[in-house]
């Protein structure tokens, strides 16, 4: 029957699974790793896209779009860009029966796809700056346990690629654009974040420096890599030899970005603001924002009720909210409010006999469950107002239990008692690499260990003599740590 079998606080991993599935966005595939996304999925990607596409476009950035399939020579051109990520690259050997002269790669991610072309477009500064973007998928052939949307073995994203001819504009960029990044988690899936720096240990290697926007799941104390913006300095310029002609003829290399968000955004939503009844969708991102179902009574005629809901969907509709009736006629109302919370219809407007008598509707909250009766002289901005609500709502119960998930430690002890009750960890730390690998070590074990998350940009007050609580050398920095997915 309807509901869920498994409940979010007692095991989170099946809950979840039952709710990306049963809410119809998921169906799970006979290949390991990959998923397939159904169009309750897709309407949420594309409405996060249709605002990131719109602001890339602001600011002059293009849509491109470079092949799938890598030449090793091209892949492997950098041998430590990649040596730790081989084991993940899927490669083609094969057309029909014939063995492939040379296999060839599947893009994990397209820097070497694309700077090859960079190399050879980007001659003098009027070349310059480069801004491309691509909407596709990437294939990495993950083994720790795959997840819907959080790791999958091929998902779909963004990656942004630009080029300039200083670091001035490229610093400007990556902050720009993670700017971006926390406007889709906060405004768009009422998702808190985190703005921060990412250690050496954790950036992406082959850059200058990594930021990102930071979530927290509560319910498993696993901090989650949003979405990540890299100034990548002129290291894959020197690898790729992009360089150009400044003003007064001097040959210089060009100072790149790379940025990125995927579908692992939607998974991050899921078991932020998901419940027991299912999945709970913020208005911006959900498909269906009002579901109107009638509310038959022995024995009144249906076609006024019918009608009343029809002119319902109409007239919201007309004033931008999207709004369906669900008039089948082979489900009882209590199945219908069950199968529309179970996929996390922000509101319900149920419009009953009695309903019609008051020229009323009665208005269900998803969030909180509030039930309220409305006039249907002053619906529109009724409805408009309590959508408001439930997006605020949402974020706010989730940045609450994302503080009460924070925990400030100062000693190793602190430290490790904040872990094991499944905390994001604030400690003053000595920035030192291999304190930080040190810390991964210690607190190795069977879910994981401790990394670091980010160095918030917003750094709390640290008083001169607070030590590392890893090393208890002077500590530095404030940084966020914690398990992760
Ligand atoms: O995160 C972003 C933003 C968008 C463009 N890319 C960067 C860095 C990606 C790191 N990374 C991540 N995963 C990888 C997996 C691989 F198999 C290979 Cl060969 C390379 C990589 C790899 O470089
Ligand atoms: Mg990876």
């Given at each position: 029957?309807l509901?869920?079998?498994?409940?979010?606080?007692?095991n989170?991993g099946?809950?979840?699974?039952?709710v990306?599935?049963?809410?119809?966005?998921i169906?799970?595939?006979d290949i390991?790793?990959?998923y397939?996304?159904?169009?309750?999925?897709?309407?949420?990607?594309?409405t996060?896209?249709?605002?990131?596409?719109?602001?890339?476009?602001?600011m002059k950035?293009?849509n491109?779009?470079?092949?799938?399939?890598?030449?090793?020579?091209?892949?492997e051109?950098?041998?430590?860009?990649i040596?730790g990520?081989?084991?993940?690259v899927?490669w083609?050997?094969?057309?029909?029966?014939?063995?492939?002269?040379?296999p060839?790669?599947?893009?994990p991610?397209?820097e070497?796809?694309?700077y090859?072309?960079?190399?050879k477009?980007?001659?003098?500064h009027?070349?310059?700056?480069?801004?491309?973007?691509?909407?596709?998928?990437?294939?990495?052939?993950?083994?720790?346990n795959?997840?819907?949307f959080?790791?999958?073995?091929?998902?779909?994203w963004q990656?942004?690629h630009t080029?300039?001819?200083t670091k001035?504009?490229?610093?400007e960029?990556?902050l720009?654009?993670?700017?971006?990044?926390?406007?889709?988690?906060?405004?768009?899936l009422?998702v808190?974040?985190v703005?921060?720096?990412?250690?050496?240990?954790?950036k992406?290697?082959?850059?200058?420096?990594t930021t990102?926007?930071?979530a927290?799941?509560?319910?498993?104390?696993r901090?989650?890599q949003?979405?990540?913006s890299?100034c990548l300095?002129?290291?894959?310029a020197?690898?790729?030899e992009?360089?150009?002609?400044?003003e007064?003829?001097?040959?210089?290399m060009?100072?790149?970005n790379?940025?990125?968000?995927?579908?692992?955004?939607?998974g991050?939503?899921?078991?932020?603001?998901?419940?027991d009844?299912?999945?709970?969708?913020p208005?911006?991102v959900?498909?269906i924002q009002a579901i109107?179902v009638?509310?038959?009574?022995?024995?009144t005629?249906?076609?006024?009720?019918?009608?009343a809901c029809?002119?319902t969907v109409?007239?919201?509709t007309?004033?931008g909210?999207?709004?369906?009736?669900?008039?089948?006629?082979?489900q009882?109302?209590?199945?219908k409010?069950?199968?529309?919370?179970?996929?996390g219809?922000?509101?319900?407007?149920?419009?009953g006999?009695?309903d019609l008598?008051?020229?009323?509707?009665r208005?269900v909250?998803?969030?909180?469950s509030?039930?309220?009766?409305i006039?249907?002289?002053?619906?529109?901005?009724?409805?408009q107002?309590?959508?408001?609500?439930?997006h605020?709502n949402l974020?706010?119960?989730?940045?609450?239990?994302?503080d009460a998930s924070?925990?400030v430690?100062?000693?190793?002890?602190?430290?490790?008692?904040?872990?094991n009750?499944?905390?994001m960890?604030?400690?003053p730390w000595?920035?030192?690499q291999e304190?930080?690998?040190?810390?991964?070590?210690r607190?190795?074990?069977?879910?994981?260990?401790?990394?670091?998350?980010c160095?918030?940009?917003e750094?709390?007050?640290l008083?001169?003599?607070?030590?590392?609580?890893?090393?208890?050398?002077?500590?530095k920095?404030?940084?966020?740590?914690?398990?992760?997915?």
């Open positions: 029957g509901g869920l079998s498994k409940k979010k606080d007692e989170f099946e809950w979840y699974s039952e990306v599935v049963n809410s119809e966005m169906e799970y595939y390991s790793g990959c397939i996304l159904r169009p309750w999925t897709i309407a949420i990607w594309e996060m896209q249709a605002f990131f596409d719109a602001e890339i476009k602001k950035i293009k491109c779009y470079f092949p799938l399939f890598v030449s090793p020579s091209v892949l051109r950098e041998k430590d860009h040596e990520f081989a084991p993940e899927a083609v050997t094969k057309s029909g029966k014939s063995d492939l002269e040379v060839i790669a599947i893009r991610t397209s070497t796809v694309m090859p072309y960079f190399a477009w980007i001659r003098g009027r070349d310059l700056p480069l801004k491309l973007n691509q909407w596709c998928n990437v294939v990495r052939w993950e083994f720790s795959p997840t819907p959080i790791r999958s073995r091929e998902f779909l990656e942004g080029a300039f001819a001035a504009e490229a610093d960029e990556v720009e654009i993670l700017e971006l990044y926390r406007r889709i988690y906060e405004d768009y009422a808190p974040v703005k921060g720096k990412k250690s050496e240990n954790e992406f290697a082959g850059g200058l420096y990102s926007v930071e927290f799941i509560p319910n498993t104390g901090g989650v949003g979405a990540t890299h300095g002129q290291n894959f020197k690898m790729f992009i360089n150009f002609e400044n007064n003829r001097e040959k210089g060009v100072w790149q790379s940025w990125a968000y995927s579908t692992r955004t939607i991050v939503m899921v078991m932020v603001h998901g419940d009844k299912g999945l709970v969708l208005p911006k959900a498909a109107v009638p509310v038959p009574y022995k024995n005629p249906m076609e006024e009720i019918y009608d029809l002119k109409d007239t919201l007309k004033a909210i999207r709004a369906e009736a669900d008039l089948s006629d082979n009882t109302p209590g199945w409010y069950s199968h529309w919370e179970m996929k219809v922000p509101l319900r407007i149920e419009i006999p009695k008598e008051k020229n009323q509707v208005v909250r998803r969030d909180n509030a039930k309220e009766d006039p249907v002289s002053t619906l529109v901005e009724q409805v107002d309590i959508l408001a609500k439930i605020e974020f706010n119960v989730a940045k609450e239990k994302r924070i925990k430690a100062k000693t190793w002890e602190e430290f490790m008692e904040a872990l009750q499944k905390k960890i604030l400690a000595c920035d030192e304190v930080e690998e040190d810390v991964k070590k607190t190795k074990g069977e879910i994981g260990a401790a990394k670091s998350l160095t918030p940009f750094q709390p007050e008083p001169e003599g607070t030590l590392c609580f890893a090393s208890g050398k002077p500590a920095k404030w940084t966020y740590w914690g398990r992760s997915y």
